[in-house]
């Protein structure tokens, strides 16, 4: 049974494992820090389709399909897919499960989307409502590129606090069969809206919902930074980052060694990306590729996932409308 410790935190008794996962990137993400750490790195950045949207579609099915293999089972095995991704209505993550007859959760939490299927689909697990399902999420440089700003041909200048979205997908299995890797607590975040309206400068946006939910995490777990091997943001990139340990410094806390954003890990300093990486693929990919085969090396035993999204479509942007931060997290422990 699950139990709340404090105001936010939920404790999985008996927690939820993780069979297998994937990660699927494009040419530029699988050429940064972390290549080698991926199970496709494609260079062709249409994965075979004739449209963007079709590309991240695809790009996400792959993803799906391969966690799904590496778990012994086939897509059909699934009591429910749990995905979702930038675009409008989430097009992306319905087209990719269009045709594998599993009952389909679509979700939005924007970059903070592979958290909050970790989040969801760990509860589902632990309440019976499931015993085996997928939680994916993607994202794709030339897609979300053409929904949120401007036709790639334009070649707009970019601020410096801008970030990247990844042409990237990442899929978990999620299980209630024992594995190395297990999610043991859960925090869903509130929208945090600071009145930031820069959507070329989401890191400030996103960071204050960081704040809030780890603070949370900390306190209701009695945890300090210190306890964990690994605290994973994404995507606050260097902007958001550096933002969130100011705001825990108020606090006499220091986020310290652990602390990294799944930003700033995918890219290097060399490719361009000015503040980082961004989108619901960037984190996806970080903690289906890297993170968790670290885990189930013994390399990491105890690891905070936060996802951080920024809650803005075009529309609302073009209003003025402020952007909500949401941060929702889960903590990872290896055997």
């Known amino acids: 049974m699950a139990k709340r410790l404090g ?3 939920i404790a999985l008794d008996p927690p939820v494992y993780l069979s297998a996962h994937a990660a699927i990137v494009g040419q530029k993400e699988g050429e940064g820090p972390l290549q080698g ?3 496709l790195v494609s260079g062709d950045t249409h994965f075979g389709q004739k449209t963007w949207e079709l590309a991240e579609a695809n790009m996400q099915r792959i993803a799906i399909e391969t966690a799904a293999g590496k778990a012994g089972l086939s897509v059909a095995d699934f009591d429910m ?5 930038l675009l409008n209505q989430c097009i992306g993550s ?3 499960s269009v045709r594998s007859n599993v009952p389909f959760v679509g979700l939005y939490g924007a970059c903070s989307t592979m958290a909050e299927g970790l989040a969801v689909g760990s509860c589902l697990m632990n309440s019976g409502a499931a015993r085996c399902l997928c939680a994916a999420a993607s994202s794709h440089f030339c897609s979300a590129e053409r929904q949120y700003r401007f036709p790639l041909a334009y070649g707009g200048q970019r601020t410096p606090t801008a970030q990247w979205t990844a042409t990237a997908a990442g ?3 999620l299980t209630d069969q024992k594995t190395p890797v297990r999610v043991t607590h859960v925090v869903f975040g509130q929208i945090v809206d600071m009145d930031v309206t820069d ?3 989401m890191g400030a946006a996103m960071a204050p919902a960081a704040y809030d939910t780890l603070s949370h995490l900390f306190e209701d777990t009695n945890t300090q930074p210190s306890d964990y091997d690994r605290i994973l943001t994404g995507d606050l990139a260097r902007v958001g980052s550096r933002l969130l340990r ?4 108020r606090d006499q806390i220091d986020l310290g060694q652990p602390y990294d954003d799944c930003g700033v890990l995918l890219y290097g300093s060399a490719q361009d990306v000015h503040a980082g990486g961004s989108g619901c693929g960037c984190s996806a990919a970080v903690l289906c590729g890297d993170i968790l085969d670290r885990m189930e090396r013994g390399a990491l035993h105890r690891v905070i996932f936060a996802g951080t999204g ?3 479509s075009p529309t609302s942007v073009q209003q003025g409308q402020g952007i909500g931060g949401i941060c929702h997290a889960v903590i990872l422990e290896g055997a």
């Not at 897919?81 to 991704?85: E, N, Q, V, Y």
């Not at 100011?246 to 410094?249: G, I, N, T």
Request: aromatic content about 8%; overall charge negative.
């Open 199 to 201: 959507a070329n400068n």
């Open 171 to 173: 899929a978990a299995v």
């Open 94 to 96: 319905s087209l990719a």
């Open 246 to 249: 100011d705001l825990f410094a």
């Open 81 to 85: 897919i749990l995905a979702g991704d």
């Open 7 to 9: 105001r936010r935190t």
């Open 37 to 39: 750490t991926f199970d």
């Open 310 to 312: 920024a809650l803005m």
